[in-house]
Every structure is written in C-alpha cells, then in structure tokens.
C-alpha cells in the first residue's frame, strides 16, 4: 500500500522554537507539497517542490522554510514558532506531471503554546 | 487565478439517503477535479475524481457528475451511511498547475 508518512501525529512546541515537520513517501513522486488546514480556511499550500533541491513559495509562506535533500523527503521547517501556527499540518504528493490527484499523509497536529 | 466554491458547508442527512454537494470553479481551462474525503483525524483520501473530457463517472455508491458549460461538478452519495460522515473536499485542476481546493462539506450521517 503507497504511503506518505508523516513522523509525528501531535506535537506541542513553545513559542520561539524551531520545529521540524518531517514527510516521506514511498512513491518515487516527484512533486511534494505542504499544506496547512484551519476550520474555515479549508486547506492552504505553505510550499512545494517539483524535484530535489527545488522548492516553490506557495500562498502562505511567510514564517516557514522547507528542505528537500532527497526525492522521498520534504521537510517543513518552522524558524521560530509562533502561536498562529498552531494548525493540521499535511504533507500531499504526486507524480509527473501530476496528473492525478494527491496522496496525502495523516497530518501532524501542531500546538505552539 | 482559479478559484473553487463548495456548498453547503454543512449537510445532514438521514441513514440510507442521498447526499449530494456541489463545487463551481472559475478557471475553463481546469481539467481534472478530483473529490477528497477526510475522517476525523486522518489525512484525505482521495474517493473519486473525473476529468474534462467526461461528463459523469460512478463508482458503487458514489458519482461526480461535471457541467463545464456551466463550470460545476457534484458528488453524489447514494444509500448513505454512518461511515459516510466525514469532510469531503473538492478540487479543480489546470493542467501543469497545482491544485485548488475547496473549503470542504462537513456530512453528517444520522441514524
């Protein structure tokens, strides 16, 4: 069964600290990507990434980084947390050429207290 | 830039009905529109989707039909049932661009 696993389900962090957002899947997809949903906001891309070593800003970038060393990983990188990004973080991904829908992990729950 | 709408926001319905929620999108070049639904505390997962060159697709208890003279497509959930409740998003699709979602259905199953 194809997966994108994402490293941690909950995790609570305090204000200022960097936090890692950690993805990988066992596709050999090519384009990754990283969203955030909030109730009302429906679902909103942070970043993606076409290939290693590239990275696209999305429509929210601000206060995030992201880190694709290798095709399976894509890391979402906080640099200093803050307490308007607690949110459902999901990593998605897709083919060439994406021509079908994502495959999305099962989201990692994030508290910035 | 492309632009998607989904109604209702929220939808009730009783055991063994039809539920049915709409989605327009702005773009007439989009050309894949895939349905998601997400459980509580999962990722979503992808149930259906349909592209421009079809006008409807079915699959068991579930269709999307599409309209582009009208630019909307509908998924369709025949004999509901309690694990249908879930949020069901849509998304549309220019080719090469990414996709756009909607805001997403909350459906609740009542038994």
């Known amino acids: 069964d194809v997966k994108v696993t994402q490293s941690s389900r909950y995790l609570v962090k305090r204000t200022g600290e960097k936090v890692f957002l950690e993805c990988v899947q066992d596709m050999d997809h090519e384009n990754m990507f990283w969203y955030r949903q909030d109730p009302g906001l429906g679902l909103r891309l942070i970043y993606f990434?076409?290939?290693?070593?590239?990275?696209e800003k999305g429509d929210i970038p601000e206060g995030y980084s992201v880190s694709r060393e290798k095709k399976e990983r894509f890391s979402l990188i906080l640099e200093s947390a803050s307490t308007n990004q607690t949110s459902m973080y999901l990593c998605a991904s897709t083919g060439q050429d994406r021509v079908y829908g994502y495959t999305f992990g099962s989201g990692t729950r994030l508290t910035v207290v | 830039g492309e632009n998607v709408e989904q109604h209702p926001s929220t939808l009730s319905v009783q055991e063994g009905d039809s539920a049915v929620i709409k989605c327009t999108y702005s773009d007439s070049a989009s050309n894949y529109f895939p349905w998601y639904k997400q459980e509580l505390g999962k990722g979503p997962q992808l149930i259906i989707d349909i592209r421009s060159n079809v006008g409807e697709k079915k699959d068991q208890r579930i269709a999307v039909t599409l309209n582009k003279t009208a630019k909307h497509f509908s998924l369709h959930i025949t004999e509901t049932q309690p694990e249908d409740s879930a949020v069901y998003f849509c998304a549309a699709r220019v080719y090469g661009q990414n996709f756009v979602f909607g805001p997403g259905t909350r459906l609740s199953v009542l038994p």
């Open positions: 990434s076409y290939d290693v070593k590239m990275k």
